[in-house]
C-alpha cells in the first residue's frame, strides 16, 4: 500500500500514451504469470476496484518502463480498441474504467484448473402418450359388458363389429351375439382414420336352461324328478330359493303339500351361468309311504321312503305308552313285529318317528302310526 500510495504521489495526473505493441507485450506478460494472476485475483481486484482508473495507468506506466527498449513509435488513438466479446469464465478478470471497459482474457488452454462444477441435471425429456386400448377381461359372457380404458382421447374412435363410437377414457361396450371381437382405437389424422391399437374379446354364449320336471305316477309318492337339457355342465337346483343339490339330474321329495319354486342355475364350460325357473304343485304330503297296517306273520314293517339306497335316516318305533320297542339306521334292516323276542299283540297301535337326512345335512321329520292286525292277507 505504501509502493502505490508513492506512485500515485510520483506520478501526480501523468496519462501515458497508449502504444498497441507495448499494451500486447503487456497481455502476452500476464498471460504467462497467468498462476500467479490468477491466485492474486481476489485480492488484485480490490486494489483495481480502489484505485479505480488510475490503477490501469500506474499498471500500464510499471510495464512501459520495463520495456524501455522498445523502438516501435506510440500511436495515440482517440476511439476505443473494440475486442471480440468472449463468454465469461472463472479465469475472466473485469478493470472498469470510465468510459470504457478493459477485458483480460486467459487462454483456456493456460488457465488455471477451473473449480469443477456439478454437471446441470438434464433436462426431463417432453413425454407424448400414445393411444392404448387396455380390456379390463378378454373373455366376458352373453350379457355382460366389456369394459375398457383408452389411454388417449383426443380425436379417437371405438370401433367393434359393426359399431362405431367416440372413444371416451373409461367405457362399456356391449355384444348381441357370441362371438370372437377384434375391438380398434381409431385415430383421426388428417382427414382419415387409422388404426393405433386392437385388443380381442372373447363373448361366449349362455349354457342352455330349460329343464324337466317329472311327478311320480303315485299320488301318495310325491317324489319329483329333475332333469336339466344338454348343453348344461354343472346344474345347481334351488326350492323356494334354498340349494338342494348338484346334479344334471336328481330327485326330491317334498314332505308337505303346496306350491313351490324349482329353480336351476345352469353353467357352461367356459363358466358362464343362466337360470330358470318353474312352479310345482304337491297335492298330498309325502309320508315316506308308510303302511299304516302291519301283519308280521306276512312281512317286516318299514316305510317304503327309507328303503331307498344311499338314504340317511333314523327311525324309531314307539308304543302307545312311549316306550321304544325298536330302531334302525339301516334301509336293510325292518322291524319284525317282536319285542324281547315275543310278538306284538294283535289290535296294538304302534307311533313311528323318522328323521331323513339330505345332501346338505339339512333334517325333515315325518312321523305317523300304524296297527298290528293278522287279518291281512
Known amino acids: 500500500m505504501m509502493f502505490e500510495k508513492k506512485t500515485q504521489e510520483s506520478l501526480g495526473n501523468f496519462e501515458p500514451k497508449f502504444n498497441e505493441e ?3 507485450k503487456i497481455e ?14 481476489s485480492r488484485l481486484q480490490n486494489i483495481l476496484w480502489g484505485l479505480g482508473g488510475l490503477s490501469v495507468a500506474v499498471l500500464a ?9 522498445i523502438d516501435a513509435p506510440i500511436k495515440v488513438s482517440q476511439t476505443p480498441i473494440t ?20 477485458k483480460v ?52 374412435y371405438i370401433k367393434y363389429g359393426n359399431i362405431e363410437v367416440p372413444a371416451d377414457k373409461n367405457m362399456t361396450l356391449a355384444f348381441d351375439q357370441p362371438g370372437d371381437y377384434k375391438v380398434t382405437l381409431l385415430k383421426l389424422e388428417n382427414g382419415s382414420k387409422s388404426e393405433k391399437h386392437s385388443v380381442r ?51 326330491y321329495l317334498f314332505n308337505t303339500r303346496g306350491q313351490y ?53 333314523s327311525l324309531r318305533i314307539l308304543d302307545t305308552n312311549g ?19 315275543e310278538k306284538a299283540p294283535n289290535g296294538e297301535m304302534y307311533i313311528w318317528l323318522a328323521k331323513v337326512y339330505d345332501e346338505q345335512n339339512r333334517v325333515r321329520e315325518y312321523g305317523d302310526s300304524f296297527l298290528i292286525t293278522s287279518m291281512l292277507d
Request: with cysteine; glycine share 4%.
Open 22 to 24: 507495448a499494451w500486447n
Open 28 to 41: 502476452n506478460q500476464v498471460l504467462k504469470n497467468n498462476h500467479k494472476f490468477h491466485s492474486q485475483k
Open 61 to 69: 506506466f510499471v510495464f512501459v518502463s520495463q520495456n524501455k527498449n
Open 83 to 102: 475486442q471480440p466479446i468472449l463468454a465469461k469464465t472463472e479465469s475472466e478478470t473485469t478493470v472498469k474504467e470510465n468510459p470504457n471497459e478493459v
Open 105 to 156: 482474457v486467459i487462454s483456456p488452454k493456460e488457465a488455471a484448473p477451473a473449480k469443477q462444477m456439478m454437471p446441470e441435471a438434464p433436462k426431463e425429456a417432453v413425454r407424448t402418450i400414445a393411444p392404448l386400448l387396455i380390456a379390463e377381461r378378454n373373455a366376458i359372457c352373453l350379457g355382460e359388458k366389456a369394459k375398457i380404458v383408452v389411454g388417449s382421447t383426443a380425436n379417437t
Open 201 to 251: 374379446i372373447k363373448v361366449s354364449g349362455l349354457p342352455n336352461k330349460q329343464f324337466i320336471i317329472k311327478k311320480s305316477n303315485d299320488p301318495k309318492n310325491p317324489e319329483v324328478t329333475f332333469s336339466s337339457t344338454e348343453g348344461t355342465v354343472k346344474a345347481n337346483w334351488y326350492i323356494d330359493n334354498d340349494f338342494v343339490g348338484s346334479s344334471s339330474q336328481m330327485s
Open 261 to 313: 319354486s324349482v329353480k336351476l342355475v345352469s353353467e357352461s364350460e367356459e363358466g358362464c351361468k343362466d337360470s330358470s325357473f318353474q312352479s310345482i304343485r304337491i297335492l298330498q304330503g309325502y309320508n315316506l309311504m308308510a303302511s299304516s297296517v302291519f301283519n308280521p306273520d306276512k312281512e317286516a314293517w318299514l316305510p317304503l321312503g327309507l328303503k331307498k339306497s344311499g338314504t340317511k335316516f
Open 323 to 341: 316306550n321304544e320297542v325298536f330302531s334302525t339306521s339301516d334301509p336293510n334292516e325292518a322291524w319284525d313285529g317282536t319285542i324281547d323276542g
